[in-house]
């Protein structure tokens, strides 16, 4: 299926969501409700967040959904909230509203292809402090935030071929990338995969399907809200290439937005 094409301006989708009676908002979380980590395994809840998703929880028109590339026990630290539906590592594993636990995949299945690639990755950063590599069970991910572009590329490049030169199983994995970034997960591990799934889960009841994110994975996702003519809110200073239609320029923006909902 194609992505549904609609001609609505950014104040006509703006529109529709202040106009609906009901909303199902899917959000991402790094980047779009809180700025950045140092890291990806610090975890520092924000009280000031966990106040306004309670508040929009508390409303019966909005139903929320966390959808995020960190792993599922870190976000289950950041929103400590009964009630909301909560994707890890873009969907893989999941915690329904009740707070039962859903994996999508058998972790034996997946983690010896991991533990191949990990100890090879690692001797390629070790003269490399500024490298950063994230194990969150399910992927391998690769950060070079803070290493200079020539050795970030060199290294990434190194990396990928260590996994191309595997011939892994297509049905299998995918290698995300990035801005100096790159990580082997499984094929599951997709937002526009993981939105259709809560979806087909819960149907949407003639709620708005809104989905709010900030990066290339979550362009998955925006194309298939489109596909249910929903809304796709980017954040970002400008608009770039995105099927997004309307655009955010900051987290802070973004719960500026969300209180005003409620």
């Not at 935030?145 to 490049?157: L, R, W």
């Not at 994110?213 to 979550?218: I, L, P, Q, S, V």
Request: charged share 30%; proline share 5%; net charge negative.
């Amino acid at each position: 299926m194609g992505v549904k094409i609609n001609n609505y301006s950014a104040e006509e989708a703006l529109q529709r969501v202040m106009d609906a009676d009901k909303l199902r908002l899917f959000l991402d979380y790094d980047g779009t409700l809180a700025d950045f980590a140092p890291t990806p395994d610090e975890v520092y809840p924000d009280p000031e967040l966990i106040d306004l998703l309670n508040r929009l929880k508390n409303d019966q028109r909005f139903q929320i959904a966390i959808i995020s590339g960190r792993r599922l026990s870190h976000i289950r630290k950041l929103i400590p909230i009964q009630g909301l539906q909560l994707a890890g590592t873009y969907g893989v594993e999941l915690q329904d509203s009740s707070g039962t636990p859903i994996d999508r995949l058998d972790f034996d299945e997946i983690r010896p292809i991991l533990d191949r690639i990990k100890p090879i990755w690692l001797e390629y950063i070790r003269p490399h402090q500024e490298f950063y590599l994230e194990d969150k069970g399910w992927t391998l991910a690769l950060h070079a935030k803070f290493v200079d572009g020539d050795t970030a590329k060199e290294i990434i490049d190194r990396c990928r071929l260590v996994v191309e030169r595997m011939k892994l199983p297509d049905e299998l994995f995918r290698v995300l990338g990035g801005h100096k970034f790159l990580e082997i997960a499984p094929m599951l591990a997709n937002k526009g995969l993981t939105l259709r799934y809560l979806i087909s889960r819960d149907p949407l009841a003639g709620a708005l399907p809104v989905y709010i994110g900030d990066d290339d994975k979550d362009e998955e996702a925006f194309e298939v809200i489109l596909q249910y003519d929903g809304v796709a809110i980017k954040v970002d200073s400008q608009s770039g290439d995105t099927v997004a239609q309307v655009h955010f320029d900051s987290p802070n923006s973004i719960r500026q937005f969300l209180s005003s909902l409620i």
